[in-house]
T-cell receptor
Framework: AQSVTQPDIHITVSEGASLELRCNYS??????LFWYVQSPGQGLQLLLK??????LVQGIKGFEAEFKRSQSSFNLRKPSVHWSDAAEYFC????????????FGTGTRLLVSP | DAMVIQNPRYQVTQFGKPVTLSCSQT?????MYWYQQKSSQAPKLLFH???????NEADTPDNFQSRRPNTSFCFLDIRSPGLGDAAMYLC????????????FGPGTRLTVT
């Protein structure tokens, strides 16, 4: 069965600084990988996804992520964080049995300091 | 805009009193999912419908049931809510193909008193 580990529960970044959120997955086959963002009291919004091809994927709101098979990682990055990026970020892995059943990591809460 | 709608956004129920949460979608997706998300935890899949086919996760309690009367609507019924069922309940939809991403509704926050 697939699993996702997000080792950082909280991260604080200064506004304008760069950001990297870590995600490690476990899955026997080619993984389908996702990053979602959740603002307080809201549902999840898809930031970006990886299915195949170019290992560097671009998403919305200036986010990107890099798939590294050798490290079983799919880290999320942003070059310059804005205060509005403060939220909970979830990495997820989907299976390849025909439709997307997602397994989520426990999330990383991003705090942005002035 | 096509979207996933959940009603109500906040629901308060009493211990043991049945409650129904509603989800509707205008995306015409054939798969609908229900997730439970407890405070500071990851969303956990309860079950999903692929068209009319119901698929229950192995560890979903019997207390949780679901109905999907048509493509657009899906309901989550909690027959006898306990204090441990207080959570955010998220509905999501997808096109049901391998590359089909999931679209989430805003969630219903359930409080059990």
């Amino acid at each position: 069965a697939q699993s996702v580990t997000q080792p950082d529960i909280h991260i604080t970044v200064s506004e304008g600084a760069s950001l990297e959120l870590r995600c490690n997955y476990s899955y026997g086959a080619t993984p389908y990988l996702f990053w979602y963002v959740q603002s307080p009291g809201q549902g999840l919004q898809l930031l970006l996804k990886y299915f195949s091809g170019d290992t560097l994927v671009q998403g919305i709101k200036g986010f990107e992520a890099e798939f590294k098979r050798s490290q079983s990682s799919f880290n999320l990055r942003k070059p310059s964080v804005h205060w509005s990026d403060a939220a909970e970020y979830f990495c997820a892995v989907g299976d390849s049995t025909g439709f997307q059943k997602l397994v989520f990591g426990t999330g990383t809460r991003l705090l942005v300091s002035p | 805009d096509a979207m996933v709608i959940q009603n109500p956004r906040y629901q308060v129920t009493q211990f043991g009193k049945p409650v129904t949460l509603s989800c509707s979608q205008t995306l015409n997706h054939n798969v609908m999912y229900w997730y439970q998300q407890k405070s500071s935890q990851a969303p956990k899949l309860l079950f999903h419908y692929y068209d009319k086919d119901f698929n229950n996760e192995a560890d979903t309690p019997d207390n949780f049931q679901s109905r999907r009367p048509n493509t657009s609507f899906c309901f989550l019924d909690i027959r006898s809510p306990g204090l441990g069922d207080a959570a955010m309940y998220l509905c999501a939809t997808s096109q049901g193909v391998i590359t089909g991403e999931q679209y989430f509704g805003p969630g219903t926050r359930l409080t059990v008193t």
